[in-house]
């Protein structure tokens, strides 16, 4: 069973930066594109960004496109979200996802939560 565990959410000031680690087990992360999502409180759940496992390639929202940068390390089988310049409307509870052959999400983390201060 594929379980991924979300870390690196808290606190950061608006201008800052803060790096979100997801941890995969029970599977090699680099059989699956991988995505971050979040929610905010009375959201619903949204695409932040998504790595392909094929050739890396990557997508965001652009909400936060040139602000966050996604990355994988199959070595540590860990899925990263670096964000830089965050702002008051990217607090929310993110999460991390594992997609399947048909694109749909089948696995999913518990999410982290990052708060950020004006």
């Known amino acids: 069973q594929v379980q991924l565990v979300e870390s690196g959410g808290g606190l950061v000031q608006a201008g800052g930066s803060l790096r979100l680690s997801c941890a995969v087990s029970?599977?090699?992360?680099?059989?699956?594109?991988m995505g971050w999502y979040r929610q905010a409180p009375g959201e619903e759940r949204e695409f932040v960004a998504a790595?392909?496992?094929?050739?890396?390639?990557?997508g965001y929202a652009d909400s936060v496109k040139g602000r966050f940068t996604i990355s994988r390390d199959n070595a540590e089988n860990t899925l990263y979200l670096q964000m830089d310049w965050p702002k008051p409307e990217d607090a929310a509870l993110y999460y991390c996802?594992?997609?399947?052959?048909?694109?749909?999400?089948?696995?999913w983390g518990r999410g982290t939560q990052v708060t950020v201060s004006s």
């Open positions: 790595n392909r496992r094929r050739d890396g390639t990557t």
């Open positions: 996802a594992a997609k399947g052959p048909t694109g749909s999400v089948e696995y």
């Open positions: 029970g599977g090699a992360i680099s059989n699956y594109d």
